[in-house]
């Protein structure tokens, strides 16, 4: 017997309310199975473009942004 044969004998045996219970619990996994693609990492979306960031480009780009941010001095 497969288990799919299986879980629908042992349905068969439940009150609709218990089946009700299982169906919602099945679309919820369902939902969940579907919702579990392998993202991208923003690297891997980026790679294409031909885009060579380095860490130095970054932190110029911090020293700019937050260069002229107001202080309080304390």
Known sequence: MSVQQAV???????????????LDFVEYLAQKNRSRKPRRSLKGLCADLGIHITEE??????????????????
Not at 9 to 18: A, F, G, N, S, V
């Open 8 to 22: 629908v004998e042992k349905l068969r045996d439940l009150p609709d309310h218990h089946q009700r219970e299982v």
């Open 57 to 74: 480009d970054i932190a110029e780009a911090r020293r700019e942004m937050w260069g002229n941010f107001p202080r309080e001095d304390f």
